[in-house]
């Protein structure tokens, strides 16, 4: 069955950095348009970042220029590293097809704080 798993959150003070990972299994990753989605506490999952099979990326404004995503068609797995990282950026995040047709994985927590 699809499995997408998403790690690599955790807590961070503003300026820091932080590398998620996403490994998918029981999908046919490489020609799908990925994206990594984020929800923040009260607010709607929104897509930040997207990469298409042969690598091209689109970023949200809010996360242009801090973020970068990634991709490795060999292995099916999906990286966002983040940097300069903000208090607002504090969410959960998830990784999914674009639009977001895979069952959700379960997130990995980013909180930015001092």
């Known amino acids: 069955q699809v499995q997408l798993v998403e790690s690599g959150g955790g807590l961070v003070q503003p300026g820091g950095s932080l590398r998620l990972s996403c490994a998918t299994s029981?999908?046919?990753?490489?020609?799908?348009?990925m994206g990594w989605y984020r929800q923040a506490p009260g607010k709607q999952r929104e897509l930040v970042a997207h990469?298409?099979?042969?690598?091209?990326?689109g970023y949200a404004n809010s996360v242009k220029g801090r973020f970068t995503i990634s991709r490795d068609n060999t292995k099916n797995t999906l990286t966002l590293q983040m940097n300069s990282l903000k208090p607002e950026d504090t969410a959960v995040y998830y990784c999914?097809?674009?639009?977001?047709?895979?069952?959700w994985g379960q997130g990995t927590q980013v909180t930015v704080s001092s």
């Open positions: 990469i298409g099979s042969g690598g091209t990326p």
């Open positions: 999914n097809r674009v639009p977001a047709t895979f069952p």
């Open positions: 029981g999908i046919i990753f490489s020609p799908n348009l």
